[in-house]
Nanobody, 115 residues
Framework: QVQLVESGGGLVQAGGSLRLSCAASVNGFLIYVMGWYRQAPGKQRELVADITRDGRTTYVDSVKGRFTISRDTAKNTVYLQLNDLKSEDTAVYSC?????????WGQGTQVTVSS
């Protein structure tokens, strides 16, 4: 069983920054991909960014150049640095990790950007 603890969401003005963290308690499991998804009201959940064990990253086009995902493999922690936030970034951000067998999701953290 893998447990995820997220932190770092909040309310920020447009143009501001936040840093999200997601720490995984792995209990012997090997974590492969770690990533962040978001879901805004009335919209489908979308991948924001993810990072593989060897550091390969993927970003949704709307956040390229503004968000940066990073990973501390030794600590099983993934970070998402959100810069130049826009009102359309307002959403619940959830951490997702994969093992060889399955996936695990965090409880979600709210990011609200005021214009």
């Amino acid at each position: 069983q893998v447990q995820l603890v997220e932190s770092g969401g909040g309310l920020v003005q447009a143009g501001g920054s936040l840093r999200l963290s997601c720490a995984a308690s792995v209990n012997g499991f090997l974590i492969y991909v770690m990533g962040w998804y978001r879901q805004a009201p009335g919209k489908q959940r979308e991948l924001v960014a993810d990072i593989t064990r060897d550091g390969r990253t993927t970003y949704v086009d709307s956040v390229k150049g503004r968000f940066t995902i990073s990973r501390d493999t030794a600590k099983n922690t993934v970070y998402l640095q959100l810069n130049d936030l826009k009102s359309e970034d307002t959403a619940v951000y959830s951490c997702r990790v994969t093992t060889a067998a399955t996936e695990y999701w965090g409880q979600g953290t709210q990011v609200t950007v005021s214009s």
